[in-house]
């Protein structure tokens, strides 16, 4: 009885099986990025369904548009320098350059995107 129980052991800790394709798919950060927006856009359909498109305008979307259009507008004309800027680091490039720069934005982004 106690060989037994040994060679169970030893045959579970022998090897971990390898994902399958699919698995690695399906848990990948692009499929989970799918099942967020599609998760998002069920519950929004759901709200319309449960109180009505015209009720949903009238008290989700115009209160919303109201307070974020005007702070986005903001936003957008106080970058427009940084953007003239950046679009003249790109225009004065030579081409090997501009693949430098493209790299180094990548960077910079991933580097937020991480934080």
């Known amino acids: 009885m ?9 045959l579970r800790s022998a090897q971990v099986p390898a ?12 499929a989970r990025t799918a099942y967020y927006v599609l998760g998002t856009m069920g519950l929004a359909a759901l709200a319309v369904a449960l ?35 950046i679009a003249g680091l790109f225009q004065s490039a030579t081409p090997s350059g501009r693949a430098r720069l493209v790299r180094s934005f990548q960077s910079w982004i991933g580097h937020f995107h991480a934080t």
Do not use: H
Not at 2 to 10: L, N
Not at 19 to 30: F, V, W, Y
């Open 2 to 10: 106690t060989a037994r129980v040994k060679s169970r052991r030893s």
């Open 51 to 85: 109180i009505g498109p015209k009720r949903l305008q009238r008290e989700v979307i115009k209160p919303l548009r109201g307070t974020i259009e005007p702070k986005a507008e903001k936003l957008w004309a106080d970058s427009k320098p940084l953007r003239d800027q």
């Open 19 to 30: 994902m399958k394709p699919i698995s690695r798919i399906a848990l990948s950060r692009p």
